[in-house]
C-alpha cells in the first residue's frame, strides 16, 4: 500500500537560513507526489507536485522538492525562510490503483520560522 | 473565481446532538471529497462523490456519519450522536482532475463536541 511518512513532527529555523521538510514514501507503483501548505485557519493549497516528469520540482513562494526513487525520499527545501513561511506542511502520495481516494496525506510537519 | 466554501467556520455541539456541515465545491468539479484532520494527524479520507456515481463511502469511521450530494453539487456531511472523538477539522475538496491528483480546499469546519 501506498504511504508517506513525515519524519519531523515540527521544525524551527531562523529567518534567512534554508528549509529542509523531510519526506519518505512507498509505493508498489510508480507515485504522484505532492506537498501541501496549510496557514493557520485557512485551506490546504498545493505547493508542488512530481508525476514521473523533472526529479526536481519547482513550487510556489520559493519552494522546491526533488524526487529521489533510490531513496524513496521527496524532501522539500526552500533556501531562505521568510517569516510567512510558518504553516503545516503535508507530503502527499497518490494512490489512482488502490480503489478508494487517490490522495494519502503524511501526519504533517509544523514549520516554525524565528526571526 | 471562488473557491471551495464549507460552512459553518466553527461548530460547538454537545455530545449526543447530529450536527451538519456544508461543502460548495468549486463550480464545474464533478469530484468531491471530505475529509478529516484530526490534532496531530494528518488528513483522514472519509467518503469521495464522482458525478452521478455511487459515492466511495469506504473512509466513514462509523454507521453515525454520512454523506449527500444534491444536484451533483452542494454536499451535506452528517454526523448523528455525536462523540467527543468527532472532534476535529473537516475538510472539503473538490477536483475536475480525471485522476483525482489536483484537488482544490475549502477552510474546513472545526468541530468541537463537548
Known amino acids: 500500500a501506498q504511504s508517506v511518512t513525515q519524519l519531523d513532527s515540527h521544525v524551527s529555523v531562523s529567518e534567512g537560513t534554508p528549509v529542509l521538510l523531510r519526506c519518505n514514501y512507498s509505493?508498489?507503483?510508480?507515485?504522484?507526489l505532492f506537498w501541501y501548505v496549510q496557514h493557520p485557519n485557512k485551506g490546504l493549497q498545493l505547493l508542488l507536485k512530481?508525476?514521473?516528469?523533472?526529479?526536481l520540482v519547482k513550487g510556489i513562494n520559493g519552494f522546491e522538492a526533488e524526487f529521489k526513487k533510490s531513496e524513496t525520499s521527496f524532501h522539500l527545501t526552500k533556501p531562505s525562510a521568510h517569516m510567512s513561511d510558518a504553516a503545516e506542511y503535508f507530503c502527499v502520495v497518490s494512490v489512482l490503483l488502490s480503489g478508494n481516494t487517490p490522495l494519502v496525506f503524511g501526519k504533517g510537519t509544523r514549520l516554525s520560522v524565528i526571526a | 473565481g471562488a473557491g471551495v466554501s464549507q460552512s459553518p467556520s466553527n461548530k460547538v455541539t454537545e455530545k449526543g446532538k447530529d450536527v451538519e456541515l456544508r461543502c460548495d465545491p468549486i463550480s464545474g468539479h464533478t469530484a468531491l471529497y471530505w475529509y478529516r484532520q484530526s490534532l496531530g494527524q494528518g488528513l483522514e479520507f472519509l467518503i469521495y462523490?464522482?458525478?452521478?456515481?455511487?459515492?466511495?463511502k469506504s473512509g466513514l469511521p462509523s454507521d453515525r456519519f454520512s454523506a449527500e450530494r444534491t444536484g451533483g453539487s452542494v454536499s451535506t456531511l452528517t454526523i448523528q450522536r455525536t462523540q467527543q472523538e468527532d472532534s476535529a477539522v473537516y475538510l472539503c475538496?473538490?477536483?475536475?482532475?480525471?485522476?483525482?491528483?489536483?484537488?482544490?480546499f475549502g477552510p474546513g469546519t472545526r468541530l468541537l463536541v463537548l
Open positions: 512530481y508525476t514521473s516528469a523533472a526529479t
Open positions: 509505493s508498489s507503483y510508480s507515485p504522484s
Open positions: 475538496a473538490s477536483s475536475s482532475d480525471p485522476t483525482g491528483e489536483t484537488q482544490y
Open positions: 462523490f464522482q458525478g452521478n456515481s455511487a459515492p466511495d
